[in-house]
């Protein structure tokens, strides 16, 4: 057994007899000419595989009482092994994922097909995909597609949603997903190191999102947990600021949201820093607001507890704090996001839904944020929690938010 295989056996445990899972690890969309853009394994077929690799179809089956597993790969390809790099070899798809059966990328209809005239007299076997679609608009994922094509073919076909299993599972982290973060959040403290130690005035803002990027490199960090944000003055009061060009000035400051992955799982830290390295006796009084809201949340996030409770910590200790520092037009309008959000494989990752509670094993960001836009002000501060039976952890702790260390560690002390 390793994480992967015990994953699988967890998950068909949660699923009633006569159950088919398919889950699809994706491909690379479209960008232009020959091009695609980078390939994002499927979050779901990761969890319980551990290959990053395209047009794979994980099924799992769990009929008569016996769990059967089997993944369905593309062949070995010698041409695009010389133009692109070789696929894994079924060895290693054992290797990692501990899946026995593996077949042709090919086959999957017909297995599915003779699957289900085999069970066909018992009428009711549920094949399970996961239904996850974000947009509207969004093109149709492969589960999708599939799915509607076997409804075509079986219209009488029972099938389920895979996807409230899959968060419920993956909502709590165990030891080795939460080391990951750890050491995701460990490289994003380097990257923001540096880039504290190159912030000047007239620094560009995109040299700062490279410095991070570099650094991340430096620490053989593949991929980034999401695209940088690295806004100067007033650019940092667009939440998700992404044109990172302009030149940084004198005075302002520079907000920053960003992070390294490891193994997939994602660091989310967000640090706001004077560009000349002091900070303003007015970006100190709202910095210390915000730095105040953020330790109140940490110091509160418990087993029990709404994301909906942790942002109103946040707004209620605004509405009181804000109008003595003349912020007087209501906290929406300084500050226009939540507190918390869950994070893991993904930056933005499975919830429980509205209301759901918090248990030991969440992952959660703890960012509150104030906007000034007529002031040229934007500050958030962004730590990572792991929420635990006796409250929560801070497993982003080591990255310097207090004033005093920054200013210091700016001046090269
Ligand atoms: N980086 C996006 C967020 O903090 O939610
Ligand atoms: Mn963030
Ligand atoms: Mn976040």
Redesign the pocket.
């Known amino acids: 057994m390793n994480r992967y295989s015990e994953r699988r056996e967890r998950l068909l445990e949660y699923l009633p007899d006569d159950s088919v899972v398919l889950l699809f690890s994706g491909k690379a969309p479209f960008r232009s000419a020959d091009e695609t853009y980078d390939f994002y394994v499927d979050r779901n077929f990761y969890y319980l595989t551990g290959l990053d690799a395209e047009d794979m179809v994980l099924m799992l089956s769990k009929i008569n009482g016996t769990n059967s597993e089997r993944i369905f790969i593309l062949p070995y390809d010698e041409t695009m092994a010389k133009w692109v790099g070789g696929r894994l070899l079924p060895e290693k798809v054992k290797d990692i994922s501990m899946i026995q059966g593996i077949s042709d990328r090919d086959d999957l209809d017909v297995t599915v097909a003779s699957l289900l005239n085999r069970y066909r007299l018992k009428g009711d076997l549920s094949f399970y995909f996961d239904f996850w679609h974000y947009d509207p608009d969004q093109a149709d994922t492969q589960a999708q597609k599939y799915a509607k094509n076997m409804q075509e073919q079986y219209p009488y076909l029972i099938m389920e949603d895979i996807y409230p299993v899959l968060t419920k599972m993956r909502l709590v982290k165990d030891e080795y997903e939460i080391s990951c973060i750890r050491k995701a959040i460990r490289t994003t403290n380097l990257g923001i190191r540096q880039m504290m130690k190159v912030s000047k005035p007239g620094v560009n803002e995109m040299v700062m999102e490279g410095i991070f990027e570099f650094v991340l490199k430096q620490a053989s960090c593949k991929d980034l947990a999401?695209n940088t944000?690295a806004a100067g003055g007033q650019r940092a009061t667009i939440l998700?600021y992404a044109d990172n060009d302009q030149v940084m000035q004198d005075e302002e400051l520079f907000l920053c949201?960003l992070g390294a992955t490891y193994d997939h799982y994602c660091a989310?830290i967000?640090r706001t820093f004077p560009v000349n390295g002091r900070f303003k006796e007015r970006q100190k009084e709202l910095y210390q607001i915000v730095l105040n809201a953020n330790k109140m949340v940490a110091k509160k996030a418990a087993p029990g507890m709404s994301l909906k409770d942790l942002n109103k910590i946040v707004t209620d200790y605004y509405e009181e704090e804000l109008p003595k520092h003349g912020l007087n037009k209501g906290v929406s309008e300084y500050y226009y996001h939540s507190v918390s959000?869950h994070l893991g494989l993904d930056?933005?990752d499975v919830d429980g839904g509205p209301g759901a509670l918090l248990e030991a094993g969440n992952v959660i960001?703890d960012?509150p944020g104030l906007y000034v836009a007529d002031e040229g002000i934007g500050i958030r501060i962004?730590d990572d929690l792991l929420i635990t039976e006796n409250g929560a952890v801070v497993l982003s702790e080591e990255i310097m938010k207090d004033i005093e260390d920054i200013e210091q560690y700016m001046r090269g002390q």
């Open positions: 999401f944000i998700h949201d989310d967000s959000h930056t933005h960001t960012e962004e």
